[in-house]
């Protein structure tokens, strides 16, 4: 069956650190990735999608099909980039998997 | 202003109605989602729609039923089965097919329900 895991539910690091949120999937066919994010008091939205291989707010994010993994980055993070983030497969049909979700607190 | 519509914002039922909510697009979009988001399991599909007159289940569809009469309008009706619907829900939308917006989903802002 086709499955997000997004490890942590939490995750805190400081102004101006590395920011690694981490995605793994399990899906038999070709994937498509993306990542969406939820700012307070604002709508859930895209952030970035595999195959656009674009940074976006500077986060990025590679697909290692080897690993089966899809991790969002950003080398130095902003207070801005606190919310929610989610972490979302198309597996067929037109039908997104969505993982748990990682609530991301940058501390200034 | 295009975009996607939910209503109500909060809704309150009593245990063993059924209660529907709305969801409208002017996106001119084919595709149209619902999802329950609850704390720690993320969003859930309950169903979702590709065309008029044509929808599918999700990963959680009992107790749920949905609609597509019109390629504008996807309600979503929580019914007295549904066991625990306490919960936010949210709607959304995606062009259909092999345009380059394929499988970007627009949500809409939410509906919370709360069962007394």
């Known amino acids: 069956a086709q499955r997000v895991t997004q490890p942590e539910k939490l995750l805190s690091v400081f102004k101006g650190a590395p920011v690694e949120l981490k995605c793994n999937y399990s899906?038999?066919?070709?994937?498509?990735l993306f990542w969406y994010v939820q700012y307070s008091r604002q709508r859930l939205q895209l952030l970035l999608r595999h195959i656009s291989r674009e940074s976006i707010k500077g986060f990025t994010a590679d697909l290692n099909k080897g690993e089966t993994s899809f991790h969002l980055k950003k080398p130095f993070a902003q207070e801005e980039d606190s919310a929610m983030y989610y972490c979302?497969?198309?597996?067929?049909?037109?039908?997104?998997?969505f993982g748990q979700g990682t609530r991301l607190t940058i501390n200034p | 202003d295009g975009g996607i519509t939910q209503s109500p914002k909060y809704l309150f039922r009593k245990e063993g109605q059924n209660v529907t909510l709305s969801c409208e697009q002017n996106l001119n979009h084919d595709a149209m989602y619902w999802y329950r988001q609850d704390p720690g399991q993320g969003l859930r599909l309950i169903y979702y729609s590709q065309i008029v007159n044509d929808f599918q289940k999700g990963d959680i569809a009992e107790g749920y039923s949905v609609s597509r009469e019109k390629k504008e309008s996807f309600p979503l009706t929580v019914t007295s089965a549904q066991k625990n619907p306490t919960a936010f829900y949210l709607c959304?939308?995606?062009?259909?097919?092999?345009?380059?917006?394929?499988?970007?989903?627009?949500f809409g802002a939410g509906s919370r329900l709360t069962v007394l």
């Open positions: 979302a497969l198309e597996s067929g049909a037109q039908k997104l998997v």
């Open positions: 899906y038999s066919g070709s994937p498509e």
């Open positions: 959304a939308s995606s062009p259909q097919g092999t345009s380059s917006g394929a499988n970007v989903l627009t």
